[in-house]
């Protein structure tokens, strides 16, 4: 168990580009949740998969945003045609289990930088 | 919608001396609630949770919460702080039913002062 993983810890990117943000979960964990998080504010849910399937997606997730799971591994965000307001940190968690047995792992996240 | 308070953006305690952060949840049931922990460059670590039965929760690192139905309330206790437990504290609340989708709070950041 080596913990949920994000990928790249820092990006620097400039507005109207694209960026992609890739979150491998522990191994077996079904779900996996993105979180966004400002500066001074708790994590936002932004989509959740489980296996393969995204289950539900917050009002948050513009159109701007997609994420994938392919085959319920790992998981990608993508936000194209950024803006200075979508400066954040960007959480994954994974979990197995449900009800009292579910538990969440979070990542260290990927620190964005819109300029 | 469920939503979570923190009323207390920063505390400020003594390393030895008593801590409770406050908590004060919105749900039309009883909900699942949380405490996590986040420490600067690491990830959310969950201290403890309340699902159902006891409603005093003890959770890692000598942290415990009570869950107080009447007050809407899930207030985080520890007897005594030491220095490395300076961090950010979020509160959460889950909904019942599936996957419960952690809401969370802003968040109180701890200071502690030697």
């Known amino acids: 168990d080596t913990g949920v993983s994000q990928n790249p810890r820092h990006k620097i990117t400039k507005r109207g580009q694209n960026v992609t943000f890739r979150c491998d979960p522990i191994?077996?964990?079904?779900?996996l949740y993105w979180y966004r998080q400002t500066l001074g504010q708790g994590p936002e849910f932004l989509t959740y998969?489980?296996?393969?399937?995204?289950?539900?997606k917050s009002r948050l997730l513009s159109d701007r945003f997609s994420a994938e799971r392919p085959k319920g591994s790992f998981s990608t965000l993508e936000i194209q045609r950024t803006e200075q307001g979508d400066s954040a940190m960007y959480l994954c968690?994974?979990?197995?289990?449900?009800?009292?047995?579910?538990?969440?792992?979070f990542g260290s996240g990927t620190q964005l930088s819109v300029l | 919608a469920q939503s979570v308070t923190q009323p207390d953006i920063h505390i400020t305690v003594s390393e030895g001396a008593s801590l409770e952060l406050r908590c004060n949840y919105s749900y039309g049931a009883t909900p699942y609630l949380f405490w996590y922990v986040q420490s600067p460059g690491q990830g959310l670590q969950l201290l403890l949770k309340?699902?159902?039965?006891?409603?005093l929760v003890q959770g890692i690192k000598g942290f415990e919460a009570e869950f107080k139905r009447s007050q809407s309330s899930f207030n985080l206790r520890k007897p005594s702080v030491h220095w490395s437990d300076a961090a950010e504290y979020f509160c959460?609340?889950?909904?019942?039913?599936?996957?419960?989708?952690?809401?969370f709070g802003r968040g109180t950041s701890l200071i502690v002062h030697p």
């Open positions: 309340y699902f159902s039965g006891d409603t």
């Open positions: 191994s077996e964990h079904n779900r």
């Open positions: 998969f489980q296996n393969e399937a995204q289950l539900e």
């Open positions: 959460a609340v889950g909904a019942r039913g599936g996957s419960y989708i952690p809401t």
């Open positions: 968690a994974s979990s197995s289990g449900t009800g009292n047995n579910e538990k969440l792992f």
